[in-house]
């Protein structure tokens, strides 16, 4: 087994239990075709691969239907794009997994979703699947004209894990001095992982993001990493004021509410949009499990938000 060398064995071998254990959860909780929101038809995805600093890695592109791309080609406009990071604890690699929301955001906002299928532990350790999403973002600009989308209006946006690196590839394109995605999202995501465990409860007995997960965490992706850099925890940056237009999401039940709301208000007063909505009498991953009320809301709250940025982007001189 391929493991990162400051990771020990015993944690790297319980990070690959998981990964194994994983794919069975998700095929059991997480592809019922309820969840399914696109009204309109959408391609299997494309599977391509994305040059990075760390190396290729795959990616999966969903794209909107040839109708909707015809009628943005004659209001001479081309296909905004959503880069959209995975969750999994920074430990599965199941891109697939975001198949309902990308399937959604392409049928009913009208933009390519590209999920990078970054590498996770115990194979690799901070920074590299932010370095890598980030690298994504960069091919996703590069690439416009050969892909025919509109590399100024790109978006970057994810869940659980997810929406960390979401953030820290937006922090990340702040530092670079370059361009910047017009807008982010974090659904039930990690804001502060070096956040103490005792600050993480629940009214949940047996809530998903428990203790043992977040060690498991620290003592693989995180392992030797100085948590309170800005660079390992998006709530800690000093450029967060910089962030363009940003959607958070939380759960009632989910141990990581509290680091969420915390970076919402942070935001606000930092006079960053900030769109914040928690999510009564649910858990962590509510956009990939019943009820359906709760996923059908928060998933058209994430396709709302990326719209309207998508929308000033083309108006703006």
Known sequence: MVRDPH????????????????PAIQRLFFRSPELEFATREIAAPERLTVATRHGDIRALVYSPPGAILAAQALRGER???????HGGAYITRLP?????VARYLASEVGCHVVIPDYSAAP??????AEQQCYDTLIW????SAVRGWDGERVSVGGPSAGGHIALSVALAAIDAGGYVPVAVTSEYGVADPGRSDDLRTSDKRNPVVGPPLMRLVRNTYF????????????MLHPALGKLPPTLIMTAEFDT????????AEQLRALGVQVTYRQFDGVDHGFTHLKPVATARAAITLIGD???AAYRAALVEP
């Open 123 to 128: 194979q690799v350790r901070h920074p590299v």
């Open 7 to 22: 990771i020990a064995r015993r944690h790297a071998a319980a990070a690959r239990t998981f990964q194994l254990l994983f």
């Open 96 to 100: 697939q997994e975001e198949g309902n």
């Open 223 to 234: 392992k030797n990493v100085d948590l309170s850099t800005g660079q390992a925890s998006p």
């Open 305 to 307: 938000h990326l719209a």
């Open 140 to 143: 996703i600009r590069r690439s």
């Open 256 to 263: 990581l509410r509290h680091e969420s709301h915390d970076l």
């Open 79 to 85: 296909a905004p794009v959503h880069l959209l990071t």
